[in-house]
């Protein structure tokens, strides 16, 4: 199955300065291998004010994401001590 994949707007603004150029490759290479080919199996499903979204691990990154039938949306790109505050203005929880 393909899935069509979109981003934040503020991701290239925002999340990918912060993110140090090798990492940033390990994350790229992730999406492009595990998300888009498999994003149920290899996406964790997020619990609580987040249910309905999932993320993708990438060392001490993560990715969330929602799935809208065939559509990966990214939300939130970032490390994991602040992803989770981080990504609830985004989506105004």
């Known amino acids: 199955m393909e899935y069509c994949l979109y981003y934040h707007p503020d991701i ?5 300065p ?6 940033r490759d ?4 992730a999406i492009e291998k595990r998300l888009l080919k498999e994003p149920l199996k290899y996406g964790e ?7 309905g979204y999932r993320k993708l691990r990438v060392g001490d990154y993560r990715v969330i994401y929602k799935m ?3 559509n990966i949306i990214i939300l939130k790109i970032g ?11 985004r ?3």
Request: glycine share 0%; net charge positive.
């Open 91 to 93: 989506i105004k929880v």
């Open 12 to 16: 290239k603004k925002e999340d990918l």
């Open 45 to 51: 499903p997020l619990k609580r004010s987040l249910q």
């Open 79 to 89: 490390h994991r001590k602040e992803v989770y505050d981080k990504v609830h203005m």
């Open 18 to 23: 912060k993110i140090p150029n090798n990492i």
């Open 68 to 70: 809208e039938k065939k």
């Open 26 to 29: 390990r994350i790229k290479r």
